[in-house]
Nanobody, 117 residues
Framework: QVQLVESGGGSVQAGGALRLTCRIS???????MMWYRQPPGKEREFVAG??????????GVADFVKGRFTVSRDDGGNTMSLQMSDLKPEDTAVYYC?????????WGQGTQVTVYS
């Protein structure tokens, strides 16, 4: 059974940090993994992604979180993490784990991140 399960969301004061984790299972072959987020009343947007490149993982984050968020993936490729620091109220959103891209059916259930000032 294909599953993507996020954990690690919560409420934090502005300037604080949180670490989100996504565990993926049930895929016969693993590909790239991404984090998206959906702020209240807004469209879902790409946040960060990690490829599954032989010999290492290529990773990148969106410009609006660059320098504050770091994405990583374990050597086995089954777990992806998003380390978020210097959080701002505008980072408040439901964060989703994804594989296959925006149009794929493979999404986690989402985890809420709330940043209060």
């Amino acid at each position: 059974q294909v599953q993507l399960v996020e954990s690690g969301g919560g409420s934090v004061q502005a300037g604080g940090a949180l670490r989100l984790t996504c565990r993926i299972s049930g895929f016969p072959e693993l590909g790239g993994m991404m984090w998206y987020r959906q702020p209240p009343g807004k469209e879902r947007e790409f946040v960060a992604g990690v490829s599954r490149a032989a010999g290492g993982h290529d990773a990148g984050v969106a410009d609006f979180v660059k320098g504050r968020f770091t994405v990583s993936r374990d050597d086995g490729g089954n777990t992806m993490s998003l380390q978020m620091s210097d959080l701002k109220p505008e980072d408040t959103a439901v964060y989703y784990c994804n594989t296959g891209g925006r149009r794929s059916p493979w999404w986690g259930q989402g985890t809420q991140v709330t940043v209060y000032s």
